[in-house]
């Protein structure tokens, strides 16, 4: 039987926010996929970049070697993948967990919640 493990995380909004995720991720008692910090790190930064309110929660849970984490802040906003150009600076993050997940989704309860699954 895969053991559960569930970690959850509120970050307030500031320039280091994304940053201490990262940390938060590195420090956790759990083996990620390599790919889970990139994709979080986006998540994260979407978050406050698009969203609303004064902090992102995000929360992780694995079983086994499969990890769900999920970004959720305050605002309303739908996020969905778009086709940045070539020399644009931004606007890849999606595009990003769009590729290198098994699954991700957004769901709307009032705040917005994006998430992404993840093999190990």
């Given at each position: ?52 309110g ?15 984490i ?20 931004s ?6 967990v ?12 009032g ?5 992404f699954?993840?093999?190990?």
């Open positions: 039987m895969n053991d559960v493990h569930a970690h959850e995380l509120a970050v307030a909004r500031d320039e280091d926010s994304a940053h201490r995720v990262r940390a938060w991720l590195d420090d956790l008692p759990v083996d990620l996929p390599e790919a889970a910090p990139l994709l979080t790190h986006e998540l994260v930064t979407n978050a406050f970049r698009h969203g609303d004064e902090r992102v929660w995000v929360s992780l849970i694995t079983c086994g070697d499969r990890v769900f999920e970004v959720v802040d305050e605002g309303n906003g739908h996020p969905h993948v778009v086709r940045p150009r070539p020399y644009a600076e606007g890849r993050g999606l595009l990003w769009d590729n290198l997940s098994e699954e991700w989704g957004v769901a709307r309860h705040t917005t919640h994006v998430w699954k993840l093999a190990g």
